[in-house]
């Protein structure tokens, strides 16, 4: 089947400083990957040009078949990126955000889709509440409820757990382990480890903007010489890769 995502050599460059060099990696329908690299990498540089935010220096992105440079309402229309700090209109309550985003990407039966999302999220009883009535993990429900609601093809989350409680960490993990079992392609960024080792097929991990390894994490255990590679956890391989420099090709 082909591929939700396709990025061909996408580099960003903010003047003289290359924050992301050369990257080249697919998610199917259906899988999740991980996106993993220390502070400075240019983890969330990669998600705002994979979600049309900001401009790669060069390189293809293809979301859903169409190019996010030639294409990009078409292209926008089929994802969902969720921030680490989510920015709503303070004076629309949670409802009339739902309404908002529906009639963004005409989706008509918002109002049943929304009600479910809410209690999905557990939001029932807020749909009248501003976003400064709500805790900082009520906003992240509502993010992620908002960008939900069209049924992108390609969710793109960066630090999607912020804020919410154990229940509410474990109801969101469900949450999109459903959404790539109905069919999402997923891009996760994540430093918390353990959730990424969980939740992710694949793993891409960058360091200095450039790949340093790339595959399942079986995989990238396969490729670290040396028997004390074999049962590593994803922090061990994590720190030793991006701290070696090791190229896993």
């Known amino acids: 089947m ?3 995502l396709r990025v061909e050599g ?9 924050a992301v060099q050369g990257l080249a990696f697919e998610v199917a329908p259906g899988e999740v990957l991980g996106l993993v690299g220390p502070n400075g990498a240019g983890k969330t540089s990669t998600l705002r040009c994979l979600a049309g935010i900001l401009p790669p220096s060069s390189g293809r992105i293809l979301v859903a078949g169409h190019d996010l440079s030639r294409t990009p309402v078409d292209a926008k229309r089929a994802l969902a990126f969720l921030p680490d700090e989510p920015r709503f209109f303070e004076y629309l309550t949670v409802w009339e955000h739902l309404n908002f985003t529906a009639r963004l990407y005409g989706v008509e039966d918002w109002e049943a889709r929304g009600r479910a999302l809410l209690e999905e999220m ?18 992240q ?27 509410g960490i474990r109801r969101m993990k469900a949450s999109l382990r459903r959404r790539a079992e109905e069919g999402a392609a997923l891009v996760l960024s994540s430093h918390l480890l353990p ?18 390894a790339l595959g399942s994490l079986d995989d990238i255990r396969a490729r670290l010489s040396g028997a004390e590679g074999e049962h590593a956890s994803l922090e061990e391989l994590f720190v030793r890769i991006t701290s070696a420099g090791t190229q896993a090709p």
């Open 2 to 4: 082909d591929s939700v």
């Open 195 to 212: 959730l990424v080792e969980e939740l992710c097929h694949r793993l891409l991990v960058i360091a200095g903007g450039k790949a340093v």
């Open 141 to 167: 429900k509502l993010s992620i409820a908002c960008g939900f609601l069209h049924s992108p093809k390609l969710i793109l989350l960066d630090e999607p757990l912020t804020g919410l409680d154990p229940i």
């Open 122 to 139: 557990e939001l029932t009883g807020k749909e009248k509440s501003l976003p400064g009535e709500l805790s900082r993990g009520m906003k």
């Open 10 to 18: 996408l580099e960003k460059a903010y003047g003289e400083v290359k």
